[in-house]
């Protein structure tokens, strides 16, 4: 464990350098607080004896002393920088580490491939509530894919099957005829076949990681006219995405937006066994400076009265548990128009443990707190029927949370087939009254049930 409070996390790929500072706020929580990529193709200085050019070793450490730059900004004290097949590919990998150290005094660790798939895994575990599945990490000079049954990493591999490489191999840069897929296929099939434990991933979805993956998403969503920004934890089809998907016989692609940068934060960390979406609610509250069992009562009331509802699919509950949790983290913009910015914050920052689709219903479901009727604005992503049931939600966090503000009087709540019995244990203030008695209506409307007060 780092004792230092900031870390700075360099990343040299084959395609970009890339530098993650982060906060450990505690040996649990972090915070990311900056976050940068500059472009660098390896390929692009390497000599024909495989060795990178003085012209890429110079561009190589200028992009890394900027990057040093932007630690001490930060105060990050502690540099962790790796390299991974790119640089280990190069003949005179050594020279070039022993430059770095002596002008920058970074030391840069050569990552080797089960390295680079392990801290994938760690990124996936901590962040996508999945027990089984194949994870594949492309990037611009190696694959990585690891076998993860329980949660646990069983197998895993790295293979010379990059993005960049394979293209230049099949001539995959300029126009791709039929015979050059069908090589490309041919080749990719017979190195699966090399890998006798993926026989054990048949059926499994896939997770992927790596800038490649990324890019294939988000062309995908561009396409179909998805333009909520938020990609982590996105499903893509078999339809959408085949080699690998066909070969193991998976009927989905998750992508996971999160990389070895991210599974390297984690291995700093003492986690405990805990829920992905409950891991970020808290990370998220400790980062936004509220207690992380902020609005716990609330949470409980919220799932209770959901399940008296019926309303208790695993999709519904993870959205109710966000929202009871978060509904008010807009106040650190303003307490004025405080739900309208938890939309927004919940439009852009991510929480970990849902889909894309349901963060999205969540930022609608705290909308609706302000205003019933709104316009679905994000047509592509969801349909009348999600806002109907984000408006049912609405309702139960509202009814929660007043029930919650009137916990000394408050005694018990019972579901009927036409009415909700509401009872207190003496008279409750008349502008309390109010509110429930508009509350009812708009439960008679949704649910076809008066709150009937005793």
Same mark, same amino acid.
């Given at each position: 464990?780092?004792?230092?409070?900031?870390?700075?996390?360099?990343? &040299?790929?084959?395609?970009?350098?890339?530098?993650?500072?982060?906060?450990?706020?505690? +040996?649990?929580?972090?915070?990311?607080?900056?976050?940068?990529?500059?472009?660098?193709?390896?390929?692009?200085?390497?000599?024909?004896?495989?060795?990178? *050019?003085?012209?890429?070793?110079?561009?190589?450490?200028?992009?890394?002393?900027?990057?040093?730059?932007?630690?001490?900004?930060?105060?990050?004290?502690?540099?962790?920088? %790796?390299?991974?097949?790119?640089?280990?590919?190069?003949?005179? *990998?050594?020279?070039?580490? @022993?430059?770095?150290?002596?002008?920058?005094?970074?030391?840069?660790? #050569? #990552?080797?491939?089960?390295?680079?798939?392990?801290?994938?895994?760690?990124?996936?575990?901590?962040? &996508?509530?999945?027990?089984?599945?194949?994870? %594949?990490?492309?990037?611009?000079?190696?694959?990585?894919?690891?076998?993860?049954?329980?949660?646990?990493?069983? @197998?895993?591999?790295?293979?010379?099957?990059?993005?960049?490489?394979?293209? +230049?191999?099949?001539?995959?840069?300029?126009?791709?005829?039929?015979?050059?897929?069908?090589?490309?296929?041919? =080749?990719?099939?017979?190195? =699966? @076949?090399?890998?006798?434990?993926?026989?054990?991933?048949?059926?499994?979805?896939?997770?992927?990681?790596?800038?490649?993956?990324?890019?294939?998403?988000?062309?995908?969503?561009?396409?179909?006219?998805?333009?909520?920004?938020?990609?982590?934890?996105? $499903? #893509?089809?078999?339809?959408?995405?085949?080699?690998?998907?066909?070969?193991?016989?998976?009927?989905?692609?998750?992508?996971?937006?999160?990389?070895?940068?991210?599974?390297?934060?984690?291995?700093?960390?003492?986690?405990?066994?805990?829920?992905?979406?409950?891991?970020?609610?808290? /990370?998220?509250?400790?980062?936004?400076?509220?207690?992380?069992?902020? /609005?716990?009562?609330?949470?409980?009331?919220?799932?209770?009265?959901?399940?008296?509802?019926?309303?208790?699919?695993? *999709?519904?509950?993870?959205?109710?548990?966000?929202?009871?949790?978060?509904?008010?983290?807009?106040? !650190?913009?303003?307490?004025? /128009? !405080?739900?309208?910015?938890?939309?927004?914050?919940?439009?852009?920052?991510? !929480? /970990?443990?849902?889909?894309? +689709?349901?963060?999205?219903?969540?930022?609608?479901?705290?909308?609706?707190?302000?205003?019933?009727?709104?316009?679905?604005?994000?047509? @592509?992503?969801?349909?009348?029927?999600?806002?109907?049931?984000?408006?049912?939600?609405?309702?139960? #966090?509202?009814?929660?949370?007043?029930?919650?503000?009137?916990?000394?009087?408050?005694?018990?709540?019972?579901?009927?087939?036409?009415?909700?019995?509401?009872?207190?244990?003496?008279? $409750?203030?008349?502008?309390? %009254?109010?509110?429930?008695?508009?509350?009812?209506?708009?439960?008679?409307? !949704? =649910?076809?049930?008066?709150?009937? %007060?005793?």
């Amino acid at each position: 464990m780092i004792s230092l409070k900031k870390l700075s996390i360099i990343d &040299i790929g084959s395609n970009s350098i890339k530098v993650l500072i982060t906060n450990l706020n505690s +040996k649990i929580y972090y915070d990311i607080l900056c976050e940068e990529k500059v472009p660098f193709r390896m390929s692009q200085y390497m000599t024909p004896d495989q060795t990178l *050019s003085e012209e890429g070793s110079k561009k190589l450490i200028d992009i890394l002393s900027y990057f040093k730059h932007l630690s001490d900004y930060h105060q990050s004290k502690t540099i962790l920088a %790796i390299a991974t097949e790119a640089t280990r590919r190069l003949k005179n *990998s050594e020279h070039i580490l @022993n430059q770095i150290n002596q002008q920058l005094n970074i030391q840069v660790e #050569l #990552l080797p491939g089960e390295m680079e798939a392990y801290y994938g895994y760690l990124a996936t575990l901590h962040t &996508i509530d999945l027990s089984d599945y194949l994870q %594949i990490d492309i990037g611009g000079s190696s694959m990585e894919v690891v076998l993860v049954k329980n949660k646990k990493l069983i @197998n895993s591999i790295s293979l010379p099957l990059g993005a960049i490489v394979t293209s +230049k191999n099949f001539n995959l840069g300029d126009e791709i005829t039929q015979e050059k897929s069908e090589a490309f296929k041919n =080749f990719i099939n017979s190195s =699966f @076949n090399d890998i006798p434990w993926l026989k054990d991933a048949i059926h499994l979805p896939i997770v992927g990681i790596g800038g490649t993956i990324r890019m294939i998403s988000k062309i995908y969503r561009n396409l179909i006219g998805d333009n909520f920004k938020l990609q982590h934890q996105y $499903i #893509l089809t078999c339809e959408n995405f085949q080699t690998l998907m066909s070969y193991i016989d998976s009927k989905e692609l998750v992508i996971n937006r999160y990389g070895i940068r991210q599974g390297l934060i984690f291995k700093q960390l003492d986690l405990p066994t805990h829920s992905v979406l409950d891991y970020s609610l808290c /990370n998220l509250l400790t980062h936004f400076k509220l207690d992380e069992h902020h /609005n716990d009562r609330l949470k409980q009331s919220t799932l209770t009265l959901a399940n008296q509802l019926g309303i208790n699919d695993p *999709s519904s509950v993870n959205i109710l548990k966000t929202i009871s949790k978060l509904h008010q983290i807009g106040q !650190v913009i303003s307490y004025q /128009n !405080v739900n309208k910015h938890t939309f927004h914050l919940l439009m852009n920052v991510q !929480v /970990n443990g849902l889909t894309p +689709k349901e963060q999205l219903m969540c930022a609608y479901t705290v909308k609706l707190l302000d205003r019933f009727n709104i316009k679905l604005e994000h047509a @592509n992503v969801l349909n009348e029927p999600d806002l109907a049931h984000c408006k049912k939600l609405s309702l139960i #966090l509202q009814l929660a949370s007043y029930l919650t503000a009137l916990k000394q009087e408050f005694t018990s709540l019972h579901v009927k087939e036409n009415n909700i019995q509401i009872q207190f244990s003496h008279p $409750i203030p008349s502008i309390y %009254i109010g509110k429930l008695e508009t509350l009812s209506k708009l439960y008679t409307e !949704v =649910f076809n049930k008066k709150l009937m %007060i005793h």
